[in-house]
């Protein structure tokens, strides 16, 4: 007995399309490029079968793709069958089966479908052994310091300065207004009752949606890394829906992207002043309107301004992993 055939529709490279892959006898190497299939077999396989070792977390919902999901399993058995293991003569008579892929609170859940196996069907056992390392974690660890890295080498070279005040600025914005939506109040609310419940015989507590301080790390987790085939943002797919020697590549490509390039002499030597115009936070405007004359509230709005400009050039430098004068090897 052993394993023949598995079918896939709706799940990972099969998102658009059925993968089918035929196992010649009973050890097969599954060899083929990136995003070919190869993972998008092995963890179907892992999700059809009723007991697996190690137990693994369930994929999200973000690797499934349109109707109909489902992963169909067949097994082969010998020809003699009194060669035949006890659990495989249990078996022959229905030798494959189909699992349902659904949604569950975010995660993917494998439902049997059709007609129910042979009692033997429970006895069934995968073990399922995946290399030790998961590029969607490693960017899911490391993605936003990489990224904070990379906005700001792109706006060294720019603008001359690396903070990024202008579009955590902008971030910050877009947060307030998102957190003035009714249904985002009634949800605050409805949370707020239950938390000032029961904190109220000791110190009553508040519960509010939003509000985030939109530091570079915070700005670096609202964006997310997309992969497509094209050219194209909008056919763009999440990572998990790509294949992960893609992944690998896209995390590499990022990391390079984020090394400061400083052989184009763009980069101002320290305290030359060299800025882009709207870098100090404001806009356009009010850079031209420090050349004419100011009142005493202007002026203090002005200063405060530069120094809140000067605070947010040292936190980055302070926090900047690549320093003024740097050495790397990749």
């Not at 082969?76 to 659904?102: C, Q, R, T």
């Not at 995660?107 to 590029?135: C, D, K, M, T, W």
Request: with cysteine.
């Amino acid at each position: 007995m052993y394993l023949r055939r598995v079918a896939v529709r709706g799940f990972r490279s099969a998102a658009a399309g059925e993968v089918v892959c035929q196992f010649p006898g009973r050890f097969s190497l599954l060899i083929g490029p990136n995003n070919a299939g190869k993972t998008t077999v092995t963890d179907a396989l892992y999700l059809a079968h009723p007991h697996n070792f190690p137990q693994l977390p369930r994929p999200s919902v973000a690797v499934l793709g349109s109707t109909p999901r489902e992963v169909e399993v067949q097994y082969a058995f010998n020809e003699n069958g009194e060669d035949e293991s006890p659990l495989g003569k249990m078996l022959v008579a229905e030798p494959a089966w189909v699992y349902e892929l659904k949604r569950n609170l975010g995660q993917l859940r494998a439902s049997l479908v059709g007609p129910q196996p042979p009692e033997g069907f429970a006895n069934l056992r995968l073990i399922y052994l995946p290399a030790h390392r998961n590029p969607l974690d490693e960017l899911a660890r490391r993605e936003a310091q990489i990224l904070i890295e990379l906005l700001r080498a792109q706006q060294q070279q720019e603008r001359g300065h690396r903070n990024l005040l202008d579009v955590r600025n902008q971030a910050a914005a877009l947060l307030e207004k998102l957190t003035e939506v009714g249904l985002i109040h009634s949800v605050e609310q409805r949370v707020r009752s239950h938390l000032t419940a029961m904190s109220s015989g000791i110190s009553t507590h508040y519960s509010f949606v939003g509000g985030q301080y939109v530091d570079d790390a915070y700005l670096a987790r609202v964006l997310e890394l997309l992969l497509g085939t094209v050219d194209d943002r909008a056919s763009a797919q999440r990572l998990e829906m790509s294949g992960l020697g893609y992944v690998n590549l896209l995390h590499i490509a990022v990391t390079l992207a984020a090394i400061p390039d400083i052989s184009g002499g763009r980069r101002p030597a320290p305290g030359s002043g060299t800025r882009h115009p709207a870098a100090d936070g404001v806009s356009q405007t009010d850079s031209q309107a420090e050349t004419s004359p100011a009142g005493p509230a202007d002026q203090a709005a002005q200063d405060e301004a530069r120094l809140a400009q000067t605070e947010a050039e040292a936190a980055s430098e302070q926090d900047a992993f690549f320093p003024n004068e740097f050495h790397v090897t990749v």
